[in-house]
Nanobody, 120 residues
C-alpha cells in the first residue's frame, strides 16, 4: 500500500491542524493505521493508531484529549485532528500501515511525512 500524508503547516500554540493520509494500492480497510512523529534529533515516536473499522483507537499519553485519529475506509484515508497544539508537538508526522503496537518495526508501510511546526 502507498501512503501520502498532507495537511501539515505552521500554526500558533493553541491552534489546530488536520492531517490526512491517502492510501492507494492494496485494500485500505485491511490495515490498521497509525500516526508517528519525529522531531529533530529524536527517534520516531508513536502518536495514535486506529483499528480496521475505526471503533478502537489508542494514543500516546502526551496527546490524549487533544488529538483524534479517524478513518474513512470508502475514501481510503486516515486523519489526525490536532487541537490545542503545543510547541512540543513540532515534528514531521508520518502515517503508517500494518501494526498496532507503538513500535516502528511493526509497521510495514510508511508515508513520506508532513511537517508540523507550532510557534509559541
Amino acid at each position: 500500500v502507498q501512503l501520502q500524508a498532507s495537511g501539515g503547516g505552521l500554526v500558533q500554540a493553541g491552534g489546530s491542524l488536520r492531517l490526512s493520509c491517502a492510501a492507494s494500492g492494496r485494500t485500505f480497510s485491511g490495515y490498521i493505521m497509525a500516526w508517528f512523529r519525529q522531531a529533530p534529533g529524536t527517534e520516531r515516536e508513536f502518536v495514535a493508531a486506529i483499528s480496521l473499522n475505526g471503533r478502537i483507537t489508542k494514543y500516546v499519553d502526551s496527546v490524549k484529549g487533544r488529538f483524534t485519529i479517524s478513518r474513512d475506509n470508502p475514501k481510503n484515508t486516515v486523519y489526525l485532528q490536532m487541537n490545542s497544539l503545543k510547541p512540543e508537538d513540532t515534528a514531521v508526522y508520518y502515517c503508517a500501515a500494518g501494526g498496532w503496537t507503538m513500535s516502528t518495526i511493526d509497521y510495514a508501510y510508511w508515508g513520506q511525512g508532513t511537517q508540523v511546526t507550532v510557534s509559541s
